[in-house]
């Protein structure tokens, strides 16, 4: 079935649970511009996006007018379909975040030669980032045999590359050692191929059902079910790079590393609806939450943004080819038709049931 003119909304108390339904057409009125989706990735940074949804704003970003409903977020490409705003051409391709729809209706403010920004009120809820829209053309990165890559891992990897930044800046807080919790996640496989030339030992954390895929990656020195946190190697000063955000977890790896444990840093929480800092049953560093601000800040007061930049979109392109080296590919991206098809990549995301050597794209069917 064609998803013209319909919308796919999560359930607030269930993010597994979706429901179609109309919405728009949408006809701009002065200033404002109609985006019609195309292609966009669902990860369970997707899901995490629900969790927080009241917490972080993210249910704000796209109101759904219904009680109980949200609208998550996703990444994707889109078409400018109508436009009545100046300087932005009907038929552009743009990268940005979107509601699981067919179309978005957008007040463009900030229109530069690189893009545009949705002024809408209340997107105010969340930080600039999430409510600019990059037009394709202007971005000298882009590529668009590289579409499905990009909009799996852009949203992802920008946070894999800027922790490593961060801990290397830090000198890894003194330790030789990465413990790296959910190893299976696209964002910590992303540092892991960032770390693969540093002098530390990575090892990946992961469950039964994603060992294999986790150690054909061949991105962590060794790889550990959670059942054998017990059995890791210490003596060495230790760092957790914690995708999972599982508090038992996290209290176990505590307490196996003792004193050995120099950092934690708290990414994800792939485990848990909540970024549980204060634990008071917690032994050692309290766990420090990242954000790719901390790491994009510190290069601007320091001046050195702009060659941090351009050594990031090289190394982002190359990671964009390594994950899908026809060679050895790290995944299979799988394109779903549909937001039909959608809602079940939704509910096996929500459930912690969706294949890891698998990248879930959807496009809109019209
Ligand atoms: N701080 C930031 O700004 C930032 C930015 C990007 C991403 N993140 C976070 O990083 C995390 C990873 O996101 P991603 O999109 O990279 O994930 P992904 O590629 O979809 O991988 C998900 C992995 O998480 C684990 N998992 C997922 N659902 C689960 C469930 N219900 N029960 C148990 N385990 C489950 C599984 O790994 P294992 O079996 O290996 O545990 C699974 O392979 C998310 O929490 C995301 O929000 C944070």
Redesign the pocket.
Known sequence: MPDLNRRLMTSKADFGATLLQPSGPFEPKDGEVVLALDRFSL???????AAYGDQIGYWNVFPTGQDGYGMMPVWGFADVVKSRAEGIEVGARVFGYFPMADTLLVQAEKITRGGFADASPWRKAVPDIYNRYVLCTADANYSAELENPEVLFR??F???YTAVDFLRDHDFFGAKQVVV????????Y?SAWCLGEDDVRLI????A??RAF?EGLGAYSSVYG?DEVESLPTGVPTLYLD???DPALRRRVHAHFGANLKYDCL?????SDEFTQNDPELVGPKPE????ATCLDAHRERGTLRAFYEKFFADQRAFFERVIDPASPWIRIVEHKGLGEAARVVRA??????D?AEGAVVRIVR
């Open positions: 990860t369970t940074n997707n899901i995490t996006y949203p992802l920008i946070t894999s919790s959910s190893a299976s996640s696209k964002t910590a992303g990946g954390l992961t469950g059902r994603n986790v959670y995708l999972a955000g990414v994800g929480s792939t485990q939450f990242f954000f790719a995301l929500a459930d912690g049931v969706s890891a």
